[in-house]
């Protein structure tokens, strides 16, 4: 009887083993959608064991900031007929969604995923869609408050709003209850593609805004260097959603940064490949959010930066 266990014990080894060894043999098949290549996400793509040529292949498609190139683009990664799909945002899972309702969408940095009707709940998404979002919403407050240690006197404020008329409803809403609280006047100013941002920068120098608030799409993240160049040449002081602006020549910024979602993206994608249902897989929220500062900006405008602001900045770019 012993021997016979053994003999089952080993056969049940050896079968654990060719399952295994399957697993570790098989290729990958990965769908990309976003706005431009995510270097970090590949590399921590890496560390987690899975590379490209080795165990996955990758299809990549990106929309440089244009808004109508994701319902353009979808169709092709879902013709790839990839394991996973990262995108960027909910727009982008939203024109996925369009196509296919079964491929795992893994998000990488959504504004409002429940509002935008793509998962159940962050808990428990119940669909097909997972990932992270920003709460840019939840930040416009603390946004305006640290324009304000930088600008004491603003009383009007510009926000430039990366969509047509109607769109970012809740970033603006709370934004809106934000300023009011403060006496603070906006305009906001609607910019859905690049050729509407001269003209939109002209507006703000002639009304004489006192600071500018710039909402963070794939359209804004892609032109922000043009952005950055833009407020610069307007003298116009200007908070961003990301340090990827203020890298890029903006004054300061406060909230998550984009390559640390798209790092954490990775494990979220890494799950899935290993049998994991995004339906199972709760939607994070970044816990650390940065602050960052342009000295090199703040000069050229004239400003200066208060101690106590520099002493939390997370950050200072000279």
Partial sequence: MTRIWAVVLLSMAFGYAIVEAQQSAKTYRLG??????????????????????????IKGRYTHGSLEAPIRLAPEIVEFRPD?????????AG?????????PIVVAAASDLVAQGLVNSLAKPGGNVTGLQIMSGDLAGKRIELLREIVPKVTRLAVLVPSTPGGFVPQRRATEKVADALGIRLEIMWVPERNKLTEAFSKVSRSRQDGLFVYSNPFTYSERAEIARLAAASGVPAIYETWEFVAAGGLVSYGPTVSALFRRAADYVSRIFRGAKPADLPVEQPTKFELVINLKTAKALGLTIPQTLLLRADQVID
């Fill in 32 to 57: 990309i959608l976003a706005v431009e290549p995510a270097r970090e996400f590949e590399q921590e793509l890496r560390k987690l064991g899975y590379v490209e040529g080795r165990n996955l292949v």
């Fill in 84 to 92: 996973v799909i990262l995108v960027t945002n909910g727009e982008m």
């Fill in 95 to 103: 024109a996925v969604l369009q196509v296919t309702r079964s491929i």
